[in-house]
């Protein structure tokens, strides 16, 4: 069900595609997609013509063998916190294929634009984390233990007070975490490579007047 709602399969295929990007609703009729042909079915069976049951044939499996129920997770947040997440990781490697080809090349720290791409391309593991862990929890609603307890049957029954409490005590030391993260990284990001140290020296050891005639001082690389 999982991989049929992130890709707003309805009806079982064989050989499905792999949807890139949609346009329009997710109701089986959108407007505008680029797909890759068979690509579904390598991914979830490792067959060319492999086939992917749809929502109607799963709903419909589901609710005979566990009873009347709504066995569908919700289909917006499937399809795009999956895109989101792979998104996110295309890009990465990507980038990271870009900063071996300048490095490879000797002109990665001469490259502006790709040194202005990489400072907010740091939010992207942290997105594809995040969009991973949605669509994850999501896309297996409405079970907790698939076929054993459902999300509804396994509410605790603790108090309101004592949710809202931890709910505000995590959040609060995770936003100091993530100021105090956010802050060390701009500080260090700001450091010239090639800046004195607290005694004066460079961080190769060497001042400008102890270099031998013709001798360049190398920029050392902050970590």
Known sequence: MKM?????????????????LTIGNLSGNPIFQIRLPHMLSVLADNNWDGSVQGINQIQAAEAAKYGPGNYKPILWVTYWSFRIMVGCGILMLLLMAAGLWLMRRRRLE?????????????????????????????????????????????????????????????TAIYSVL??????????????????????????????????????????????
């Open 110 to 170: 001469q490259s502006r634009w790709y040194l202005r791409l990489a400072v907010p391309a740091i939010a992207l593991p942290f997105v594809a984390n995040a969009t991973g862990w949605i669509f994850t929890e999501m896309g297996r609603q409405p079970w907790v233990v698939y076929g054993l307890l459902k999300t509804s049957q396994a509410v605790s029954h603790i108090g309101t007070g004592y949710v809202v409490t931890t709910l505000i005590g995590f």
């Open 4 to 20: 049929a709602a992130a890709e707003a399969i309805y009806n079982t295929q064989n050989g499905a595609s792999f949807s890139l």
């Open 178 to 223: 993530a100021a105090i993260d956010l802050g060390l990284m701009v500080r260090y990001g700001r450091l010239e490579a090639d800046s004195p140290d607290e005694h004066g020296e460079h961080p190769e050891g060497k001042d400008d007047d102890e270099l031998e005639p013709g001798e360049e001082r190398v920029p050392a690389l902050v970590y």
